[in-house]
């Protein structure tokens, strides 16, 4: 299952680095969370690994708004994700290579989800400088995310 996800999300306004020792190699992780990522019903979906439709009409009335106030947290889950965080101004952008995606949250709004989570990934020394002028802020976010040990939600 692979999702594409391109949407705005609002940074959280700090960042967390971890150095941490792998075997014999340094490494510094880098933690940030984000909310309000926009998701399509057809995303939903994918992300409950559920067949086309199912959000829609288990979830969801026919004016679109849901049926009940309902936020989806998935704690235990953990997505493999990549790609881009930008800001408004150019260079303001940091790419994500093998990052996790953890800590999600789904918050059903009209005729979709809103996407909050955290994001970790290895990071080089200057990459931390590149992230500090999107914290805070709202920014573009194109995010790729796999799952290959997700299970059937419980019903």
Do not use: Y
Not at 15 to 31: I, P, R, V
């Amino acid at each position: 299952m692979r999702i594409e996800i391109e949407t705005t999300v609002d940074l959280s306004k700090q960042a967390t680095l971890k150095n941490t020792t792998d075997g014999e190699e340094e490494l510094s992780l880098a933690q940030v969370r984000f909310k309000n990522a926009k998701l399509t019903l057809v995303q939903l979906d994918e992300l409950c690994n559920r067949s086309p439709g199912w959000s829609e009409q288990a979830l969801f009335r026919t004016d679109e708004l849901p049926c009940t106030p309902m936020v989806l947290h998935f704690p235990k889950l953990t997505f493999e994700a990549s790609g881009r965080i930008h800001g408004h101004r150019e260079g303001d952008s940091i790419s994500l290579v093998g990052a996790t995606l953890n800590d999600v949250r789904v918050a059903l709004i009209k005729s979709g989800a809103s996407m909050s989570g955290q994001l970790m990934w290895k990071s080089a020394g200057d990459e931390a400088a590149d992230l500090e002028p999107l914290l805070g802020h709202l920014c573009g976010m194109h995010l790729s995310i796999v799952d290959s040990q997700q299970q059937d939600l419980p019903l």
